[in-house]
């Protein structure tokens, strides 16, 4: 069973223009983690926040959390023809903390 | 820099076989997961292991699939008898202490069932 759920489902914006995902999920959770996807390759840790946290950035990376409508976005600045790839949010859920991923969100940056 | 693991990267199998698929992970993580992947979207999680126990398999086809992480570090996934079904990606990936911390994920092993 999937947790998050990525919207939009896909994005296609030009070079230099700001990328937002949102990512919405349904139970309490330990920290909210994103990850990217090129295609047909493992996936690759951007951040984490935890659930104390509301606000986090990483280079042209910033992500928000709200619990209380248990949601967060990431914003990716500045974007660049090579942040082309899928998005995912995972959750870390339970006292196993296990990580359960969203759907995903295709990105196309467009040079 | 310390990476996951897995072989095969492509494994092309007739139903009603079996298939096999091993991971190794970054040195001194104690968690690991198998998610199967099918195209175009999310991994699912199968198995999540703490150290030699299984801390989840809630969604692992249990009458089909198994996994096992003897001594607590490398792991296999098997699959008796292959299904037109699973025809997917699978992804191993590690994490130092569970969710708590950012997982690695492997490059995963492409399974495609004829």
């Known amino acids: 069973s999937q947790q998050g759920e990525e919207d939009p489902q896909a994005l296609s914006i030009q070079e230099g223009e700001n990328a937002t995902m949102n990512c919405s999920y349904k139970t309490s959770i330990n920290n909210l983690q994103w990850y990217r996807q090129n295609s047909g390759r493992g996936l690759v840790h951007l951040i984490l926040i935890r659930s104390n946290e509301r606000e986090k950035h990483s280079g042209r990376l910033r992500v928000t959390l709200d619990t209380s409508k248990k949601s967060s976005s990431l914003l990716i600045t500045a974007s660049r023809a090579a942040d082309t790839a899928s998005y995912f949010c995972a959750t870390s859920q339970g006292g196993s903390e296990k990580l359960v991923f969203g759907k995903g969100m295709k990105l196309t940056v467009n040079p | 820099e310390a990476e996951v693991a897995q072989s095969p990267r492509y494994k092309i199998t007739e139903k009603s076989q079996a298939v096999a698929f091993w991971c190794d992970p970054i040195?001194?993580?104690?968690?690991l997961y198998w998610y199967r992947q099918i195209l175009g979207q999310g991994p699912e999680l199968l198995v999540q292991f703490q150290d030699e126990s299984v801390v989840d398999d809630s969604q692992l086809p249990k009458d089909r699939f198994s996994a096992e992480r003897l001594k607590g570090v490398d792991s296999t996934l098997k699959i008796q008898p292959a299904e037109l079904g699973d025809s997917a990606m699978y992804l191993c990936?590690?994490?130092?202490?569970?969710?708590?911390?950012?997982?690695?994920f492997g490059q995963g092993t492409r399974l495609t069932v004829v």
């Open positions: 990936a590690s994490s130092h202490t569970g969710g708590r911390t950012e997982a690695f």
């Open positions: 040195s001194g993580h104690a968690t």
